[in-house]
């Protein structure tokens, strides 16, 4: 579940932009709940760098990362509070604003996982705590060249023409507004 994670980000991202325009009347940098879609993930990548440390010093096996330990409330602040100050520091984007969208886009990850894997989650820490297990609901057979699964893809695609119109709905005269601002600049 590779791709579907952007598709299905994607469409929540609108929706959740639509929802606080609308409520607050300002717009989310929601581009990062999109960017965030992977984020929980990284305790793969960190597992495979990790993983031929775990030979060398197996001592340590207690504290190796391993995929999955990214994927609860505790993993998910660090995360977020992290990448917000770098998004802060180095792109000046509004650091509650990145936070916000960080911590949504990282719990729309594990939810997605949820949905689709009947693996065990660990809610608050990494190996602690309540386990949830996954409802596996559309099961992942893994096609798509290794980057997804139809089915679970083309909801995701469903799911993104459904919020592209209603944000084409609810914004469609700022959207109007905001293309001719932009084309004017040119
Ligand atoms: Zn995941």
Redesign the pocket.
Known sequence: MYLEHFIWSAAFAIIVGVIVERRWGYSLPIWIICASAML??IDYLIQTIMYPLMFIFPIFNPLFITHGDF?NIVAVIILSLLFAWLLNKYMKIDYNNAFICLILGCIF??FC?YIVYTATFHVIAPRFGYELVGIGILPERGTLYGLGEPIIFAVGILCLIIALSIKFYYLENKWIEDISVVCEEF
Do not use: E, R, S, Y
């Open positions: 929980p993930d994927h990850h594990i996982d």
